[in-house]
């Protein structure tokens, strides 16, 4: 399917100087992502440093934080015993591991509790809290990265003469829990908010923030922070510019284990590292097995335990990965059958409900339309829903509430419950409204081209300011440049099943650059050497045998007609 490009910027061709082209370039990157007056200029290029960001500048209620902070005063000082009811995935999982051992760092008696995807379900609900009943016997439950819309949940945990404190990012419904406190903010992760709410109980307990600081917690929170996806833009940014920092330099073993399992360079660790190695790994506990192993190795202090948790991750991961294709095929010949409808939807018995969410992701890919996948059983049902650039999914879910025994997500993605016997109906009702509010325009793939510029605009002192714009993710991407007419001077295909397309790219009499287009092989039977194209791409430094050069990383390619 041909994608829109859409160019949000354009250099003024009568600009000649390259110095100014490029201060004029790099400015247009700011602007694109909100970043218009000089002083947010500073703060985008040096954030602030966590440790100095108030909590109540993220939405946090002083009230609330008060009476979060008093009840586990009186928990610490009365012996009572905590629960932190975490999540199953990697931002749940670091947001336990922050607050738990935070907590336990100030004395209280605390224990961690994650619940199992099958077994208890997502969120706070009757099932979760009898286990933590049975195993801990809890006067108080902190959630994180969960909880906002768990209104029976803590009407229940009240019920048992536990109170409930709230720690979420998710978007509220209508009607907010009966909690103690809620400290609730949607600018930042799970791991953020239970960092942050950490900070304040530490500083309210103790003199200072040193024994805070060295305990690196913050490693976890930016880790939390890049694998729930959330912008890399204002306090996001500062968590995971300074994260990244407190990583490289770990000495936790968990994270040590991990580079070593995986093959990170610690030294080198960077947002891809973490969303595309880490990540996948604490996720496949999660998926496939317990959780709580994943947060085991983030925790222990034991070198040899650490190796041995990061091992079974890894290999975890790998039957994760063999699973999500498996799955990914059959559900692409169950889709086959309905391939007109605006939004996919297929359900099995076969599926594992720990990976239709990573289905679910690579149907979007596939064919650019929203995606529902679903694990089906006998008595009830899970779903997990992604969704394309502009259509608003749990929005859109919200229409057949009714249908539904729970639901939670943001935009993008959504997740629900549902008895088996509604799937029918769900089909069809989100089928026919979806053909009513999605249109072509929603359905065409794009690519997002931040500037478009000149061949001669690049060059080494253009790759190094771009350097300064990192860490890069969503909201702050690495920029996307668009050339016209450029010449194709060598192409040809690498990569196995010669999925991949390697170029050498010039205009005029400019160096020619070398290029790869990932899973864009299939274009050799269209392009030919000398002929003209327009590229979209970002700037890459390859390394090869010690020496650097720039390469092109090749978004899409345009056929001049």
């Known amino acids: 399917m041909e994608k829109r490009w859409e160019i949000k910027q354009q250099i003024d061709s009568k600009l000649k100087d390259l110095k100014l082209r ?24 040096n954030p602030s440093d966590p440790y100095l960001i108030n909590s109540l500048s993220l939405g946090f209620k002083k009230v609330q934080l008060t009476k979060a902070i008093n009840r586990v005063k009186k928990a610490i000082l009365n012996k009572q015993t905590i629960v932190v009811y975490g999540d199953y995935d990697a931002d749940g999982i670091c947001a336990t591991g922050i607050l738990w051992e935070t907590l336990n760092r100030l004395q209280a008696k605390v224990m961690p509790f994650i619940p199992d995807r099958e077994k208890h379900g997502y969120g706070l609900n009757r099932e979760g809290i009898d286990e933590v009943v049975a195993k801990f016997n809890p006067q108080l439950i902190i959630t994180v990265d969960n909880g906002i819309v768990a209104n029976d949940g803590v009407l229940y945990a009240n019920k048992k003469g536990i109170d409930v404190i709230i720690t979420d990012h998710h978007q509220p419904a209508k009607k907010v829990p009966p ?53 890399v833009l204002e306090v996001n940014r500062s968590i995971i510019k300074y994260g990244i920092k407190e990583l490289q330099q770990s000495q936790r073993p968990g994270i040590k284990a991990l580079c070593q399992e995986s093959g990170i360079v610690q030294a ?22 317990d959780a709580l192993e994943s947060l085991r190795l983030l925790c ?6 650490a190796l041995s948790l990061a091992r079974k991750l890894g290999l975890t991961n790998r039957q994760r990965q063999q699973l999500t294709e ?17 939004i996919i939807y297929v359900a099995n018995s076969s599926y594992n409900q720990g990976i239709v969410g990573l289905v679910a992701g690579r149907l979007v890919d596939e064919y650019y339309k929203p995606a529902v996948v679903v694990s089906q059983e006998d008595e009830y049902s899970k779903g997990s829903v992604r969704s394309v650039d502009g259509f608003n999914i749990i929005e859109f879910l919200r229409n057949f509430n009714d249908l539904f025994e729970d639901l939670g997500g943001h935009p993008m993605a959504a997740g629900f419950n549902i008895k088996t016997s509604n799937l029918a109906k769900l089909q069809q009702q989100l089928t026919k409204l979806a053909d009513k509010k999605l249109n072509d325009k929603l359905l065409q793939p794009k690519v997002k081209i931040d500037v478009e510029i000149d061949f001669q605009d690049i060059n080494w002192q253009l790759v190094k300011k771009l350097e300064e714009m990192s860490p890069f993710g969503l909201g702050n991407p690495r920029p996307v440049f668009s050339v016209r007419d450029i010449k194709v001077v060598k192409l040809y295909p690498v990569g196995r099943d010669r999925q991949h397309l390697k170029l050498e790219l010039q205009k005029g ?20 050497q000398e002929q003209l194209v327009d590229v979209c791409f970002s700037l890459d430094i390859n390394v090869w045998n010690g020496d650097e050069s720039l390469q092109l990383m090749v978004k899409d390619i345009k056929l001049k007609t």
């Not at 201060?23 to 002083?39: H, M, Y």
Request: proline share 3%; with cysteine; hydrophobic share 40%.
């Open 268 to 289: 080198k660790i960077g947002t891809y590292e973490i969303g595309y190695i880490i990540g996948p790994r604490l996720n496949a506990m999660g998926r496939l097995e």
């Open 22 to 45: 490029r201060q004029k370039i790099l400015a247009l990157l700011l602007k694109n992502r909100g970043v218009k007056v000089k002083n947010k200029v500073a703060e985008f290029l």
């Open 326 to 342: 498996t799955t990914f095929d059959h559900a692409k010949s169950l889709w086959s059958k309905n391939k007109k409808d605006k």
């Open 179 to 231: 909690a103690l406190s809620i400290i609730w903010s949607d600018k930042i992760a799970g791991a953020g908010v239970a960092w942050f709410l950490a900070k304040e109980l530490y500083q309210a307990l103790k003199p200072s923030l040193l024994g805070f600081k060295a305990s690196n917690s913050l490693e976890l929170a930016c880790i939390g922070t890049v694998t729930d996806m959330m912008p």
């Open 509 to 528: 009499q400019s160096p020619i650059y070398q290029a790869i287009a990932f899973g864009q092989g299939k274009l050799i039977k269209k392009l030919g």
């Open 300 to 305: 222990t202090n034991d070198d040899n335990r």
